[in-house]
T-cell receptor, first 112, second 118 residues
């Protein structure tokens, strides 16, 4: 059964730092992996989607990589800003299924 | 504006009183799904629908029902709510799941419905 883990659960960094958030999954037979941002009291916003055939995706200051063989994805945030403070979640869709399995998220706080 | 709309946003109810949480999307999406979010457990999928009249169970379907009579709507029904269904619920949709086309699998989420069952 697919399990998705995000470590650390919380992270606090000073403004301007480059940082990496981690997502691990146990079954490498995935169709895609998505990274989301969740602000308090709000829904999730999709940041990046990586198909299983891709190695990385970029959007602005965000870069997500995927290594299926090792069961890992990373979300790189460049030059962090206080507005980046939120909870970041990753979700995996398995090959041959229509289900999504979410990690429990990393709560990020960027200090001004 | 392209969006997923959930109602109600907040609800307090009592054990056993049937309730429905509505979900509607205006993007002509094929795929819709429901999740619950609980502290320490993350988001868990309750049910999903591939298209009209096509639904299937997620990982935590017990105590819930869904229907997909129209493409835009996917209501979540709690026939006899219990306190362990107190949670934050999210509806999400995507154009299609399985079609390898840019953006087709991107999930769009509603703002969430916080349900308390006393």
């Amino acid at each position: 059964k697919q399990e998705v883990t995000q470590i650390p659960a919380a992270l606090s960094v000073p403004e301007g730092e480059n940082l990496v958030l981690n997502c691990s999954f146990t079954d490498s037979a995935i169709y895609n992996l998505q990274w989301f941002r969740q602000d308090p009291g709000k829904g999730l916003t999709s940041l990046l989607l990586i198909q299983s055939s891709q190695r990385e995706q970029t959007s602005g200051r965000l870069n997500a990589s995927l290594d299926k063989s090792s069961g890992r994805s990373t979300l790189y945030i460049a030059a962090s800003q206080p507005g980046d403070s939120a909870t970041y979640l990753c979700a995996v869709k398995g090959s041959g299924t229509y289900k999504y399995i979410f990690g429990t998220g990393t709560r990020l706080k960027v200090l001004a | 504006e392209a969006q997923v709309t959930q109602n109600p946003r907040y609800l307090i109810t009592v054990t056993g009183k049937k309730l429905t949480v509505t979900c509607s999307q205006n993007m002509n999406h094929e795929y819709m799904s429901w999740y619950r979010q609980d502290p320490g457990l993350g988001l868990r999928q309750i049910y999903y629908s591939m298209n009209v009249e096509v639904t299937d169970k997620g990982d935590v379907p017990e105590g819930y029902k869904v229907s997909r009579k129209e493409k835009r709507n996917f209501p979540l029904i709690l026939e006899s709510p219990s306190p362990n269904q107190t949670s934050l619920y999210f509806c999400a949709s995507s154009l299609w799941v399985g079609l390898d086309r840019t953006g087709a699998n991107v999930l769009t989420f509603g703002a969430g419905s916080r349900l308390t069952v006393l």
